[in-house]
């Protein structure tokens, strides 16, 4: 049974910086591309961030561009996503993914199989 469990939300204040961790079971992160998206209260969910690790590519959003970092750790089996100079419209719920995107769906939920639960990131200004 596939697993993704995310942490490291909190609240924070503008121009902090976050860090959330991705932890899977049941799979490997290699294989697949590990995307991140954000749901904020009322709206619906939109993609943040992706990364396919076996071609090295990495997407995003214009919201982030500039400001994010995708990383992760084979040996704990855990990606991050770091967004650095938070804003308040930064605060959402963050949820990981892994998937077998092809470029027209990476940024979509569609292209993803395996979702997390979400973490809650909320940024004062």
């Known amino acids: 049974q596939v697993q993704l469990g995310e942490s490291g939300g909190g609240l924070l204040q503008a121009g902090d910086s976050l860090k959330l961790s991705c932890l899977a079971s049941?799979?490997?992160?290699?294989?697949?591309?590990t995307g991140w998206f954000r749901q904020a209260p009322g709206k619906e969910r939109e993609f943040v961030a992706a990364r396919r690790w076996s071609q090295g590519t990495t997407y995003s959003a214009d919201s982030v561009k500039g400001r994010f970092s995708i990383s992760r750790d084979t040996a704990i089996n855990t990606v991050y996503l770091q967004i650095d100079n938070l804003k308040p419209e930064d605060t959402a719920v963050y949820y990981c993914a892994a998937g077998r995107p092809i470029v027209s769906t990476i940024r979509t939920e569609r292209g993803y199989t395996f979702w997390g639960q979400g973490t809650q990131v909320t940024v004062s200004s």
């Open positions: 049941g799979i490997t992160f290699g294989p697949y591309a």
